[in-house]
């Protein structure tokens, strides 16, 4: 079945960095979803990219949809302490039905 | 507008009890979508809902799980008897079209012991 590498696992970043995060496969999705997750809470859509090549920004956060519908990128640019969180890529499958394959997760931890 | 809403947020049952969650989308999606995530694992897909149809139910481990989407409104999940290896988060999303991006509920926490 289609399935989906992220990475990195998890990372320590300094206040003000950026950050860059990524999901790669072997078969192509027809639309990527990043999603944030605080403890206790469900995912949160950070940005849906819809087409291939699609370059979409969210105040600090900037996504884009690979050429060859394979891969994904999500950036983070001037990181903050609220930023800590578990980051998912999510790629819909292409293989008739709608539901969508999850990455394992980013976990990200900012040093203030 | 409300989000999606789940019920319980957490569940505490013994193994070979009955447990039924509850899932309410956002009003007017007609798409519904069941996740599971077993502790440090990725957030596996269960099944698909449109209006009160099951589109796709690929995901669903085993005949212990039965899901019903009864008049298109809100959806129950329900594990008889429960495993050990039931124990994780229960996700509901919800979308609007099915090539739309999905918005999630908090989930239900489920242990069994």
């Known amino acids: 079945g289609q399935q989906l590498n992220q990475s990195p696992q998890s990372m320590f970043i300094q206040e003000g960095e950026d950050v860059s995060m990524n999901c790669t496969s072997s078969?192509?999705?027809?639309?990527w979803l990043w999603y944030k997750q605080d403890p206790g809470e469900g995912p949160v859509l950070l940005i849906a990219?819809?087409?291939?090549?699609e370059l979409t920004s969210n105040g600090r956060l900037t996504a884009q949809f690979g050429i060859t519908r394979k891969d994904s990128f999500l950036n983070i640019s001037a990181s903050i302490p609220s930023d800590v969180g578990i980051y998912f890529c999510?790629?819909?499958?292409?293989?008739?039905?709608?539901?969508?394959?999850f990455g394992t997760g980013t976990r990200l931890k900012v040093l203030a | 507008e409300a989000g999606v809403t789940q019920f319980p947020s957490h569940s505490v049952i013994e193994k070979g009890q009955t447990v039924t969650l509850r899932c309410d989308p956002i009003?007017?999606?007609?798409?519904l979508y069941w996740y599971r995530r077993v502790m440090g694992k990725e957030i596996k897909f269960l099944l698909h809902?449109?209006?009160?149809?099951?589109?796709?139910e690929s995901g669903m481990p085993n005949n212990r799980f039965l899901a019903e989407r009864t008049g298109g409104t809100y959806s129950t999940l329900k594990v008889q008897p429960a495993e050990l290896e039931d124990s994780g988060v229960y996700f509901c999303?919800?979308?609007?079209?099915?090539?739309?991006?999905?918005?999630f509920g908090d989930g239900t926490r489920l242990s069994i012991l």
């Open positions: 999303a919800s979308s609007p079209g099915t090539g739309r991006a999905q918005h």
């Open positions: 078969s192509i999705f027809n639309t």
């Open positions: 990219l819809y087409k291939a090549g």
């Open positions: 999510a790629g819909q499958s292409t293989s008739g039905t709608y539901k969508y394959i």
């Open positions: 009003s007017g999606h007609d798409n």
């Open positions: 809902f449109v209006k009160e149809s099951k589109q796709d």
